[in-house]
């Protein structure tokens, strides 16, 4: 069986105009208007029993900028019934295996995804590999080679802080003054918008305050490392301020107790922190050895994992640097008790 493929001729003109809707146009007949450019063009009767019982034919989507003077029906093609076209090309999304003549159109975008089901975003539906984002991911074993569940993970941040004098760590000031006397409302939230906790809620003098947030939160669980909010509400008006908690070493911790965690490892040993949370790419006030302030600094996106178990010692890894877009999968070997 053939089939005919109608081949239409478009001289064009260069005049602009706004466009029409659509027009008809037979089958071996001539159709000229300097006046409109067409959106749709149908063609209709043909033979019907030669091209698949089609009643019209619509072509959409040509230039519909520039009008075309003359519009002719040239000629036929006779096409044979065994020639099928489409994308011939096995990777990609719209692969047809009965084609076997190139249309040209080959989609490798719309399948994409990340097939691995470690990542946060591994896609069930995925047919070709694209890019995997793991936040900071990783998996716990021990020298033996078995998974390690119920771990606490902990993440600290380099601010190159070291040698940081801790006394009173990790607590931290917090000032407001109040030109006339006010309801204040002080409270800290999390880089997720999260409430931590509520520091102030009272009515208060006129005065200049400082308040003291020793980075507990609303349990009385000491939170994790990271930026955190303060926000101030006073006689309407609202303010708000970055401040920066790094405990840094958690060696002395033997167990989690009322520490907070960023994640516990699941029975095959697998951890997964999101990005979203984290404080990776902030810029904050510096400080000295001494906490002195100096000169902003931008978080790096390098991190040190700390590990709480209640049956091995308390562990750190070596500093990571991690990917900002795809972030870092770890492979860690815990010390036997």
Known sequence: MMRRLIILLLIVGCEEYAPTNHTHIDTGETFTDTLFVYDTLIVTNYDT???????????????TTIVYDTLVVVDTVYI????VYGCTIEDAC????????????CDFTTCAGCMDTLAFNYDVNALIEGDCSYGISGQLKDNNGDNVENAAILLTYDL??????????????????????????????????????????????????????????????TVVDGNYIAHLITNGSESNQNTFL?????????SIGSQNY?????????????????????EHLGMDAFGNPTDNI??????????????????????YEVDPNNGVFLNIDLPNP
């Open 49 to 63: 029993t030669i091209f698949n019982n089609y009643d019209t034919l619509i072509i959409t989507n040509y230039d």
């Open 262 to 282: 960023h994640a516990m490892t699941d029975n095959n040993g697998i951890f997964r922190i999101p990005f979203d949370c984290l404080s990776f790419g902030i």
């Open 80 to 83: 044979d019934s065994d020639d």
């Open 160 to 221: 190159g802080l070291e040698n940081l004098n801790r006394i009173n760590m990790p607590c931290t000031s917090l000032y407001y003054s109040l030109p006339q006397s006010s309801d204040v409302y002080l409270w800290i939230e999390s880089m997720c918008g999260d409430t931590i906790n509520v520091i102030v809620d009272e009515y208060r003098d006129a005065g200049s305050y400082f308040v003291t947030w020793c980075a507990d939160d609303l349990n009385g669980n």
């Open 298 to 319: 931008v978080v790096p996106y390098k991190t040190q994992v700390w590990i709480i178990h209640d049956d091995y010692p308390t562990f750190s890894t070596d500093w």
């Open 94 to 105: 719209n692969y047809n295996p009965d084609a076997n003549i190139y249309n040209g159109n």
């Open 246 to 254: 790094l405990q840094y070493d958690f060696s002395e911790l033997e």
